[in-house]
């Protein structure tokens, strides 16, 4: 099956300074990548996603890179902000089944 | 439309006791999932179902567990019995057939096993 590894675990930005938070899969048949944010004692809710024929995604402050040649895949916050603060998850799915593999979350901690 | 139902949002009980955590999905929505979140293990897929019928039960722990899905717009998680390492807090997420993939969550049950 698929496995999704997620780095870094912590991660700990000032206030207005990028985040980048990688991903990556085993499985070449993947080809959903979606990102999800978690707010402490809130549920994971969907922030951008990426299709395999798609390079790049970007979503105002959002992005998201993919390499299938190297199964990784990328979330990029840029002008990072307070409410950034959150544990994100990466996943990866194919299209039959709609199962998602989620990576072990990355806890983003942004200082004012 | 209310988004994915859980209840309840909050569950305290003894060990041994039988637990029972409900699920209603977004209406229309053709696939189910039941997540099991800890600290130690992150996000856990438990099961899902497609059109009510379970598709992949692999990530069920234990016998303990059992899941069913009578209609379209019910689920029910079970554990019998309940053990302390079962605290956790259980997800359900629903799905559409295709379109966005997206699975949309609910707001989780926070299981206290004593």
């Known amino acids: 099956g698929e496995n999704v590894e997620q780095h870094p675990s912590t991660l700990s930005v000032q206030e207005g300074d990028s985040a980048v938070i990688k991903c990556t899969y085993s499985d070449s048949a993947s080809n959903y990548f979606p990102w999800y944010k978690q707010e402490l004692g809130k549920r994971p809710q969907l922030i951008i996603d990426?299709?395999?024929?798609?390079g790049e995604k970007k979503d105002q402050r959002i992005a998201v890179t993919l390499n299938k040649t190297a199964k990784h895949f990328s979330l990029h916050i840029t002008e990072t902000q307070p409410e950034d603060s959150a544990v994100y998850f990466c996943?990866?799915?194919?299209?039959?089944?709609?199962?998602?593999?989620f990576g072990t979350g990355t806890s983003l901690t942004v200082i004012p | 439309d209310a988004g994915v139902i859980q209840s309840p949002r909050h569950e305290v009980t003894e060990m041994g006791q039988e637990v029972t955590l409900r699920c209603k999905p977004i209406s229309g929505h053709d696939y189910l999932f039941w997540y099991r979140q800890t600290m130690m293990r992150g996000l856990e897929l438990l099961i899902y179902?497609?059109?009510?019928?379970?598709?992949?039960d692999s990530g069920m722990p234990e016998d303990r567990f059992s899941a069913k899905m009578p209609n379209a717009s019910f689920s029910t998680l079970k554990i019998q019995p309940s053990e302390p390492r079962d605290s956790a807090v259980y997800f359900c997420?629903?799905?559409?057939?295709?379109?966005?993939?997206?699975?949309?969550f609910g707001p989780g049950t926070r299981l206290t096993v004593l």
């Open positions: 179902f497609n059109n009510n019928v379970p598709i992949d």
């Open positions: 990426i299709r395999s024929n798609v």
């Open positions: 996943a990866a799915s194919r299209n039959t089944g709609n199962q998602f593999y």
């Open positions: 997420a629903s799905s559409p057939l295709q379109a966005s993939n997206e699975q949309f």
